[in-house]
């Protein structure tokens, strides 16, 4: 049963093109919801935590929004530099399961010049 | 202030063969997780402590798979005897709350079973 769902798989974008990435969920009881990027050979890099619907954050060229069946992280004016495969993962339920994040598979960014 | 720092960062074994993968959290965080990343994949958590306690280790394979965290600091994962299967990276990752916060994850150790 998937809890975590991205699209799409792959995007790739020319510097200055803005975008959207999608990420749905069925979980009931969302306790958080948190984007990451991964660079080849990384690890997951923190960026959002999202809690409730209607909520937005922002960070340099990126902002992610939440509603009660998605997020959506968009891009404003991309640059090489944000290439990378971005995760959305859900933390949800609680007892022994709290902290356990659901990670979808990941959307991979490309960005060229 | 220094992240959470896996070592070693590449392992190669051959299969049965016993393999060890060590991580240090951010100071100061009490929870620590082990995840296993496999290609095209997003993280899957193997294990989680609150300090020396694992409190989630439902998906641990405990067959062949053993963590510790024996001080409620430093963390040790082992798989012995090693399958192919096992390739994947494992990522350890520290939070400073008991769930909600955000997890900061290291660069990971890469294992490739032959």
């Known amino acids: 049963e998937d809890q975590v769902t991205q699209s799409p798989e792959a995007l790739r974008l020319q510097e200055g093109e803005s975008s959207s990435l999608n990420c749905s969920y069925t979980?009931?009881?969302?306790?958080?919801l948190f984007w990451y990027r991964q660079d080849p050979g990384k690890g997951p890099e923190f960026l959002f935590t999202?809690?409730?619907a209607g909520e937005e954050k922002e960070k340099e060229r990126l902002k992610a929004t939440l509603t009660k069946k998605e997020s959506f992280l968009h891009i404003t004016a991309p640059k090489p530099e944000d290439s990378a495969t971005y995760l959305c993962a859900v933390n949800a339920r609680g007892g022994s399961t709290l902290g356990r994040l659901y990670f979808g598979r990941g959307t991979q960014l490309t960005v060229w010049p | 202030e220094a992240g959470v720092v896996q070592s070693p960062r590449y392992k190669i074994i051959e299969k049965k063969q016993p393999v060890a993968f060590w991580c240090n959290p951010i100071s100061g965080h009490n929870t620590l997780y082990w995840y296993l990343q496999n290609l095209g994949q997003g993280p899957e958590l193997l294990i989680r402590y609150e300090n020396e306690e694992a409190v989630d280790d439902s998906q641990l394979p405990k067959d062949r798979f053993s963590a510790e965290r024996l001080k409620g600091v430093d963390s040790t994962l082992k798989i012995q005897p090693a399958e192919l299967g096992d390739s994947a990276v494992y990522l350890c990752?520290?939070?400073?709350?008991?769930?909600?916060?955000?997890?900061?994850f290291g660069p990971g150790t890469r294992l490739t079973v032959l």
């Open positions: 990752a520290s939070s400073s709350g008991q769930g909600y916060d955000e997890q900061f």
């Open positions: 979980v009931s009881g969302l306790r958080g």
């Open positions: 999202l809690y409730s």
